[in-house]
């Protein structure tokens, strides 16, 4: 069975950074697609980045040029590191793994907050 693990949330100040990671475990294969999503209290759960794999890359209009989305293909991990940390960007971060026969998985949930 497949277990995605999430690391690396926390608390940050404004103008911060972090770095989440998500690994798969259980999966004999490669994954087609990862990305990050979030979701903040009262607001429903977006879209922050993804990777295929072959490396084509998705961001929310909001995070482009501070957050990068990156992937180790051999280790079925992925990674986003989050630079200049604002406020609004509090939220728990989900990753998610798409398999190539089309099965979704979520890791679940790593808080990020954002405050001074």
């Known amino acids: 069975q497949v277990q995605l693990v999430e690391s690396g949330g926390g608390l940050v100040q404004p103008g911060g950074s972090l770095r989440l990671s998500c690994a798969a475990s259980?999966?004999?294969?490669?994954?087609?697609?990862m990305g990050w999503y979030r979701q903040a209290p009262g607001k429903e759960r977006e879209l922050v980045a993804r990777?295929?794999?072959?490396?084509?890359?998705n961001y929310l209009d909001s995070v482009k040029g501070r957050f990068t989305i990156s992937r180790d293909g051999t280790k079925n991990t992925v990674y986003l590191q989050m630079n200049s940390l604002k406020p609004e960007d509090t939220a728990v971060y989900y990753c998610?793994?798409?398999?190539?026969?089309?099965?979704?998985?979520w890791g679940q949930g790593t808080q990020v907050t954002v405050s001074s």
């Open positions: 259980g999966s004999r294969g490669a994954f087609y697609r």
């Open positions: 990777i295929t794999r072959g490396g084509n890359t």
């Open positions: 998610q793994f798409t398999a190539w026969d089309a099965k979704i998985y």
